[in-house]
C-alpha cells in the first residue's frame, strides 16, 4: 500500500512539472527575439527645415509680354525663339494699313469735334443756345482728342519693338495670321532676372519668413541637381486660387546653370535651427494612433515601448521634444517588428 501510495504522489509531481513548463512557454515567459539596428540617442544641432516643390519664373520688371494694340494681321517676324535682343530691337511687325486708316479718321473726328465746340461757344455767347450745347461738345472735344491719342499710339506699336535686353520666351506670331489684344503674341525675358515660385501649404507657409536660406534643385525630388542657394524675397499673403497654395518667391544668388521659365524645381526652406536638438533617425518611430512610440532598448537588450513628441522633421531625422534622453538607445532598423519586452539581437547594416 504505501509503495502505491509513493508511486502516485511521483507521478502527480511528475504531471505537475510537466504542466507548468508548457505554461510559462504559452504565457511568453522567454521573451522574443528580434534581430534590427540600433542607435544611440545623442544632442546635435538640428535645423528645421519646409520643403515645397515649385517652378522658375519672371522677375517682375525683367520681363514683357506683348500682343497687337488693336485687331490686325501679322506683316512681318523679325525674332525667333531663344534668340536674344536689345532693348528697341523689332520683334513683330503688323500691316500699317488698318493703324493709318485709324489714325486719318481719328484725325477727321477731332478736327469736326473742334470745329463743333468753337461754334457751340460762338453761339452761347451770343445767348443763341444754352450752355449745356458747350458743355456736351466739350465732352465730345475730350473723347475725339482721346480716341487720337490711342490711334497715335496703336499706329507707333504696329511694330513691337523689345522694351528690356534679353531673350525671347514666346514667339506665337505667324506671318499672315490674325492678332488681337487678347493674344500674347512675344515675350522677353531677363534671363539673369529669373526667380523660383515655390508652392506651400497654409502651416507650412506659416513658418516661412523673408530672408530665410533656401536651396533649390532641379526636379521634383530633393535628389536631383543643385541649382543655388537663395533667399526667400516675400510671401503671398492670400491662397493662389488656382493651387490653393501659398506662394514663396525664392531669389537665387548664382545659379549653377542657366534657368529656363517654367522648369520644375524643389526648394528646402530652412525655417528654424536648435543646437542641442536630441534627435533620431526617422525610421525609429512606430505609428500608433495619431502620434508616435520608439522602442527604447535597456542594458540587458530588452525593449520598451516609449511614447515620444516630436518637433521638426528633415527627410532622414526628427526632433524628439519629449520622451527621450541622451544616451538612452532605440531600434532603427526593423522597429516595425518589435513587440514590448522582446529581446535584441543587434544584426550588422
Known sequence: MMKHSLLLLALLVCAACGTGGAGDEASGA?????????????????????????????????????????????????????????????????????????????????????????REQRLAAEGITPRKNVEQAAAALAQARAAQVTAQRDQQLSTLRAPI?????????????????????????????????????????AHVRAGQRVAVVAGQSLAGDTLGV???????????????????????????RTLRVGETVMGSIVVGR???????????????????????VDSAGIAHVRNVTLGARTEAYVEVRSGLRAGETVVTYGAYGVTDSAKIVTVKP
Open 30 to 118: 522567454l521573451p522574443p527575439v528580434v534581430g534590427a539596428r540600433t542607435a544611440v540617442v545623442a544632442t546635435r544641432p538640428f535645423t528645421e527645415t519646409v520643403n515645397a516643390i515649385g517652378a522658375v519664373v519672371q522677375r517682375p520688371g525683367h520681363y514683357a509680354a506683348m500682343a497687337a494694340p488693336a485687331p490686325t494681321r501679322v506683316a512681318r517676324v523679325f525674332v525667333t525663339l531663344g534668340q536674344r535682343v536689345r532693348a528697341g530691337d523689332p520683334l513683330v511687325a503688323f500691316e500699317p494699313q488698318t493703324f493709318a486708316a485709324a489714325l486719318q479718321s481719328a484725325g477727321a473726328a477731332l478736327t469736326a469735334a473742334q470745329q463743333a465746340y468753337d
Open 230 to 256: 537663395g533667399a526667400v524675397a516675400d510671401v503671398g499673403v492670400e491662397l493662389d486660387s488656382a493651387t490653393h497654395a501659398v506662394l514663396v518667391r525664392v531669389v537665387l544668388g548664382r545659379p549653377a
Open 165 to 205: 535686353d534679353g531673350v525671347v520666351t514666346l514667339m506665337d506670331a505667324v506671318l499672315g495670321a490674325s492678332a488681337d489684344m487678347a493674344q500674347t503674341l512675344v515675350e522677353v525675358t531677363d534671363p539673369n532676372a529669373l526667380d523660383v515660385m515655390l508652392q506651400l501649404s497654409p502651416a507650412d507657409a
Open 274 to 296: 536648435n543646437p542641442r536638438a536630441i534627435a533620431i533617425p526617422a525610421e525609429a518611430l512606430v505609428p500608433e494612433g495619431e502620434g508616435y512610440h520608439v522602442f527604447v
